[in-house]
């Protein structure tokens, strides 16, 4: 059984840094591409950022760029999100979820992922 599941969140000023956690079980982990997604309240779930398996390509939305930096661990079945520079706008639950596909483009919508994790919580006050 795969299991997802994030830590990290809470509350913060903007400004801030949090870094999530996304501990993976169930899997090989180390073949699976992972991301970042996030959801506002009412919104479609978002791309935020995405490691491949190895680690050596990654991407991120327009939004986080320059803030925002994902990474990944196989030796701990772990993939991180440090998130500097919070902003109010930055307020969501963040997801992870990975993917079994290895090659080709990271893929950066909700329906090219296998699993998901849970979610946790980001609220940045202004």
């Known amino acids: 059984q795969v299991q997802l599941v994030e830590s990290g969140g809470g509350l913060v000023q903007a400004g801030g840094s949090l870094r999530l956690s996304c501990a993976a079980s169930g899997l090989t982990f180390s073949t699976y591409t992972m991301a970042w997604f996030r959801q506002f309240p009412g919104k479609e779930r978002e791309f935020v950022a995405v490691i491949s398996w190895s680690g050596n390509r990654i991407d991120y939305a327009d939004s986080v760029k320059g803030r925002f930096t994902v990474s990944r661990d196989n030796a701990k079945n772990t993939v991180y999100l440090q998130m500097n520079s919070l902003k109010p706008e930055d307020t969501a639950v963040y997801y992870c979820?990975?993917?079994?596909?290895?090659?080709?483009?990271?893929?950066?919508?909700?329906?090219?992922?296998?699993?998901w994790g849970q979610g946790t919580q980001v609220t940045v006050s202004s």
């Open positions: 979820a990975a993917d079994r596909s290895r090659y080709g483009s990271l893929p950066q919508r909700v329906h090219e992922y296998d699993y």
